[in-house]
């Protein structure tokens, strides 16, 4: 009964985690799962040491409060030491080496790399020209920690969505005001409260320029958007410093105002940033600018149709109507022709200007009906086509480079945890102890490493812990790459489904070798209770017959 209680804790079967056929029990990749991991800002640095944030008790390796690592840890050393081997033996038969099944669990579910390249190349200035954890504590670690907390907040979709419902709400204020200023005949930009409003919007977008500025630094010069925002900021700015110290002055400046309230027409360029936060209209700009070469030919043929159509009924009807005014008003010219053509070509009232020059000749209405199935039906669905087949072209092209990216920071990713175990490994052996472990953490270069990678590094001295499942003390390189690939990062919900998962896979494999057990000392028993009952029986049966003698 001890036995069972202890070996086959009860646990509520998760749905959809039925043992099915060939299904086993997988040690490692409970003990690897990213459960009680957390995402850290930065890490803090006390007294040489890594520790926990304000606010936040300690935790030992040692001690069942502590983390995954620390229960599982002593959940296991308070293991009899029968029961210890039947977990060993049960991982034997069912998962084999660590590594395989470790790479089996890979195989299904491939880790990712936290954040982006950028966000990866801040962390690796985390501990940038600092040669010991001490100088880490007294440098720059307060002053990156909080540019670490702005990237969350500017990096957020939150903020994005707002910054774009700003840059939505500025384009409605400016076609208010352009209506205010055609009804009144007033600028609308020198009065109150438009004057307010309009210095308000700009305020806004400089503080979302600063803030891009002080979380990219240098970075922020070399991105396309930011150069355009940086712009239009920048004009919006000179137009309400000018507007603002010169509006009461002479008539000769005055006039220069004037041209600046002209280029104030740029302001509607601010629309232009809803770009950058709407992926989907950016593809389709980006579809109608890669199908330019197509459109420009599309439209030439389109031309020269017209061109053609213009000498045509300039020629016939337009010669034939010369004492007729609207025949001389629709086709009179070229230039006219051409025109009444284009007005045509868009469907728009194109009846009434053919029934115009069908009075004058008979064929007029089967040539511009056959110029609209041409030019109408034909062209210009081949036109959208271009476009809809660029667009698809971006999108897949975007796609695929997200994936690369991906597989880049991935390799990166695992070419930095090779690196920590070759730092880590002191001598040489290929396996890497807990004091080699312990001794290797306490270096910059492997602490930036872990944060490159997303390991928590508030928790990174209980880590060697839970990827040393079976208490041998001692990890290889595929055991370490392979568990700190799979520990990085922030549990997600499928994460902890598969925990609840394996840990009822172990609740069965037990509760079938404790029925095993039961059996056999059952059998055990019995045979034992019949050799018992067959000696007293022999005992019997020698008094009886050493009776007579004695």
Not at 67 to 77: A, D, Q, T, V
Not at 517 to 527: E, I, L, P
């Amino acid at each position: 009964a001890r036995l069972t209680n202890e070996a086959a804790p009860r646990v509520m079967r998760p749905s959809g985690c039925g043992p099915g056929p060939g299904w086993s029990a997988r040690p490692g990749a409970m003990v690897s799962d990213q459960t009680c991991w957390e995402e850290p800002f930065e890490p803090t640095i006390k007294d040489g040491g890594i520790a926990e944030e304000d606010g936040e008790d300690d935790h030992d390796g040692d001690t069942a409060e502590g983390s995954c690592g620390g229960r599982l840890s002593n959940r296991s050393s308070s293991m009899q030491p029968g029961l210890r081997k039947t977990f060993s033996d049960l991982g034997g038969r069912t998962s084999g080496r660590l590594s395989t099944s470790k790479s089996s669990v890979s195989e299904k579910r491939p880790g990712m790399l936290r954040g982006t390249t950028r966000e990866i190349s801040d962390a690796l200035h985390l501990l940038k020209e600092q040669h010991t954890l001490a100088d880490l504590a007294e440098g720059t670690a307060v002053e990156r920690n909080f540019r670490s907390r702005v990237r969350y907040v500017v990096v957020h979709r939150n903020f994005e969505a707002a910054i774009a419902l700003v840059v939505l709400l500025n384009a409605v204020y400016i076609g208010v005001e352009t209506e205010n200023t055609m009804e009144t005949g007033d600028d609308g930009g020198l009065k109150m409260p438009w004057y307010a409003l309009d210095l308000l919007f700009v305020v806004v977008f400089w503080a979302e320029l600063l803030l891009r500025l002080y979380v990219e630094r240098h970075r922020f010069f070399f991105v396309g958007w930011n150069q355009f925002d940086a712009a239009i900021v920048l004009l919006a700015t000179v137009d309400k410093c000018i507007v603002t110290f010169v509006s009461d002055s002479s008539s000769g400046v005055l006039d220069i105002v004037t041209v600046v309230r002209i280029l104030r027409v740029a302001r509607i360029l601010r629309i232009v940033r809803l770009l950058r936060f709407c992926r989907e209209l950016w593809l389709i700009v980006l579809g109608i600018f890669s199908a330019m070469r197509t459109l420009f030919w599309a439209w030439m043929l389109m031309a020269l149709l017209c061109f053609i159509g213009s000498v045509f009924i300039t020629r016939t009807i337009g010669h034939e109507g010369r004492t007729d005014p609207q025949i001389q008003e629709l086709y009179g010219s070229m230039g006219r022709t051409f025109f009444t053509l284009f007005q045509i070509l868009t469907v728009d009232d194109w009846v009434d200007q053919v029934n115009a020059a069908a009075r004058i000749a008979w064929f007029a209405k089967p040539v511009f009906v056959l110029f609209v199935i041409i030019t109408t039906f034909a062209v210009l669905n081949v036109v959208v086509a271009v476009i809809v087949n660029k667009t698809l072209e971006n999108s897949i092209n975007h796609s695929e480079a997200q994936v690369k990216a991906l597989t880049q920071n991935l390799r990166k990713a695992r070419e930095a945890v090779d690196s920590i175990f070759s730092l880590g490994d002191a001598d040489g052996d290929g396996d890497l102890t807990r004091q080699e472990y312990m001794r290797a953490i306490q270096t910059p270069q492997v602490m930036r490493f872990l944060h490159e990678v997303g390991v928590d590094l508030r928790r990174v001295d209980q880590l060697f812990d839970i990827l040393d499942y079976d208490e041998s003390g001692v990890l290889d390189i595929d055991e370490f790459v392979d568990g700190v690939m799979e520990a990085r990062g922030e549990a997600r919900s499928k994460d902890l489904l598969e925990l609840h998962c394996e840990v009822w896979r172990w609740e069965q494999s037990m509760t079938k070798l404790t029925d095993e057990v039961k059996v056999d000392t059952a059998r055990s028993a019995k045979m034992l209770a019949d050799e018992v009952h067959s000696i007293t029986a022999a005992i019997g049966l020698l008094k009886a017959s050493a009776a007579p003698l004695l």
